[in-house]
């Protein structure tokens, strides 16, 4: 077993905690000024900032590449002005079609995929997919 760098574990720690206390504080700010808005007037503000930070396109609303990361850090930002994200209230359980799981499932274990495949598949499919 490999020895652990347990001062830069402990650096990186801190760090993350520290730039997670800073991104609560401007998700809360943002929630402030966004007070009562919806989403999309939101995301007309977030997601042409995002495109200029992460490099992307987003142009007549629309990002060219739907799968960019851009796309992911704007929507998780989007959601969490919202108020829409895991430490929000509980979601209502929606549970998935049951014919519809037993058929992906059979289809995934047939292919023999592997761990690394699955979950290359798993995000591939939730990044093309758009719910609107």
Not at 12 to 34: P, R, S
Not at 75 to 96: F, K, W
Request: glycine share 6%; proline share 4%; net charge positive.
């Amino acid at each position: 077993m490999r020895k652990l760098n347990v001062t830069a574990i402990k650096a990186a720690i801190n760090g993350a905690f520290k730039a997670a206390d800073t991104y609560a504080t401007y998700v809360a700010e943002l929630q402030a000024l966004f007070a009562d808005s919806d989403r999309e007037t939101i995301k007309d503000h977030v997601c042409p900032l995002a495109a200029k930070k992460y490099g992307a396109e987003y142009k007549d609303g629309q990002w060219t590449e739907p799968t960019c990361a851009a796309k992911r850090y704007a929507n998780r930002l989007i959601a969490a002005i919202m108020g829409t994200t895991s430490d929000s209230a509980e979601p209502p359980t929606v549970a998935a079609p049951a014919k519809l799981t037993k058929s992906i499932v059979n289809q995934i274990i047939g292919a023999g995929l592997t761990h690394a495949e699955f979950t290359a598949l798993l995000a591939a499919v939730r990044n093309g997919i758009s719910f609107k």
